[in-house]
């Protein structure tokens, strides 16, 4: 069974930073990225990372101010989030693909998700 570990999240004001961290077994052979949902919204892609590290890939709206990250050799996916907005309140959740062209629509694997709150 393939298990997704989420950790970060709270809550910041608005213009705060926040840092997200995903472990998953048998890391090295998955991309991986995070997706989240607002409140009445639907779910939608944030950013994703190959298996190497060497291709990412970012939503518009986040460009510039999340940076996506892994370190195989600890088996753990950071995504760093400045510059936070009110809007950006949501639960985000850590997906995996063996297949890099999945990775910012439908992935197979999800984890639990974790809550994220930006207060203006």
Do not use: H
């Not at 004001?13 to 997706?35: E, H, P, V």
């Not at 970012?58 to 510039?64: E, L, N, P, Q």
Request: net charge neutral; hydrophobic share 40%; glycine share 10%.
């Amino acid at each position: 069974q393939v298990l997704l570990a989420e950790s970060g999240g709270g809550l910041v004001q608005a213009g705060g930073s926040l840092r997200l961290s995903c472990k998953l077994d048998s890391f090295i052979n998955f991309a991986m990225g995070w997706f989240r949902q607002a409140p009445g919204k639907e779910r939608e892609f944030a950013a994703a990372i190959s298996c190497d590290g060497g291709i990412t890939s970012y939503a518009d709206s986040v460009k510039g101010r999340f940076t996506i990250s892994r370190d195989n050799a600890k088996s753990t996916m950071i995504l760093q989030m400045d510059s936070l907005k009110p809007e950006e309140t949501a639960i985000y959740y850590c997906a995996a693909d063996r297949n890099w062209m999945r990775m910012n629509t439908t992935p197979t694997m999800w984890g639990q998700g974790t809550q994220v709150t930006v207060s203006s």
